[in-house]
């Protein structure tokens, strides 16, 4: 063993510990213990090497992808980043590193972690859900977040990566071609209402006036009298749900007095009825909305006070309605009825309002919680007031 070989080691660890895995040791002729080392030095090396250009590709892909990634402990710390977070979310890596991932998380969205946790639990690799990043300035952005659950060499598990995809744009596409819809919708009934309210409306008040001009007629016939009788209730009862198609086609109290005359209208026609006691308050001089936004509100509390009749043990219900803030319009809907299984609306065939509900709330950028419980059911909206009229 030579002085010479133990300095042949000396200059390969130092290579290695500066990151040149490029050096290899010379061998000499003796192959003593010595030289042993030396070559699995050099095969240290060529592994290290390997695994450094894996890594330098990784890295690049990494960090040439568009969408955020980020990677995170059990806990939820992030522990790397790549650039698109600087882009996109305009924090330095060295602001996010470290950091739990709940810090750039909107409120509504603070559940997300223990959301992933309990989707990846087992066997399962992947989840995907939506859910708001806040950036440095504020400002929300709508991700598609897609989970999945890492592992080290051994298989174990030791963090989650998430990829997420900025659809903000695209959700705010979604929402302009879901209020044009609605808008469409919206005029389509209102001609469909003045149509039939023009044309069928005066046609069986006119009707009536006929068969009530029979009456003048001096007839002792006891069947004409009772036919003539019951055409008058039918051509009533006719008109009577004419009107009340029109009513909810397009309301006139609606059109005219705003959302708060017409959803007053509603309780009190509820209230009218001694089954069910309803209150509804409101802030004191509330604006008015555009037109498509108040028969959106109008219709969700429609379609609220419909499900409680047909679905509810319910004997009362509470209708607020505020204008919250300097940006935000709420709605409030509680009833104290028996309460159902919110997750059966998830399935098919059962869910027609409240995707009608959805829709229309996603429509106008919208935001919503629904609870229900043996207690009642609770459905608060809230829409964003740039969509007030000035």
Avoid: W
Wanted: aromatic share 8%; charged share 25%.
């Amino acid at each position: 063993m030579s002085q010479k070989q133990f300095d042949e080691i000396s200059r390969l660890l130092l290579a290695y510990s500066a990151g040149d895995y490029t050096l290899k040791g010379t061998v000499s002729d003796e192959v003593n213990e010595l030289d042993m080392i030396i070559s699995g030095i050099n095969m240290l090396g060529e592994e290290l090497e390997s695994t450094n250009v894996s890594r330098d590709f990784f890295l690049s892909i990494f960090n040439t992808v568009t969408d955020l990634v980020f990677v995170i402990n059990k806990n939820g710390i992030i522990l790397d980043a790549n650039d698109a977070v600087t882009t996109l979310l305009g924090y330095e890596k060295e602001e996010v590193i470290k950091k739990h991932f709940e810090s750039f998380l909107a409120a509504s969205s603070l559940s997300l972690i223990d959301d992933i946790k309990s989707n990846l639990k087992g066997e399962k690799e992947t989840h995907v859900v939506e859910a708001n990043l806040v950036n440095k300035k504020g400002n929300e952005i709508i991700g598609l977040f897609t989970n999945t659950k890492l592992h080290d060499r051994f298989d174990n598990f030791n963090g989650y990566l998430l990829a997420v995809k900025d659809i903000t744009r695209q959700k705010k596409n979604e929402s302009l071609i879901l209020q044009a819809i609605i808008s469409t919708q919206q005029a389509e009934q209102r001609r469909v209402a003045d149509d039939l309210h023009d044309s069928l409306g005066q046609e069986l008040s006119m009707a009536k006036l006929m068969v009530t001009n029979l009456s003048r007629f001096n007839n002792d016939n006891k069947d004409f009298m009772d036919l003539l009788e019951t055409c008058q209730e039918i051509v009533d009862n006719a008109i009577e749900h004419l009107r009340e198609i029109c009513f909810d086609l397009m309301p006139n109290v609606l059109i005219r007095g705003g959302l708060p005359s017409a959803i007053s209208d509603l309780v009190n026609k509820l209230n009218n009825q001694k089954k069910i006691k309803a209150e509804f308050a409101l802030t004191d001089n509330f604006p008015r909305m555009i037109s498509d936004l108040e028969i959106v509100v109008y219709r969700i509390v429609q379609e609220f006070i419909n499900n409680m009749i047909k679905h509810s043990t319910a004997t009362k219900l509470f209708v607020n309605l505020y204008e919250q803030n300097d940006q935000t319009i709420r709605i409030e809907l509680k009833e104290n009825g028996q309460g159902f299984d919110i997750k059966k609306l998830e399935q098919l065939k059962e869910n027609r309002g409240y995707s009608n509900i959805k829709s229309n709330i996603n429509a106008f950028d919208g935001k919503y919680t629904l609870e229900s419980s043996a207690n009642g059911t609770e459905l608060i909206i809230e829409f964003p007031k740039t969509y007030i009229d000035e």
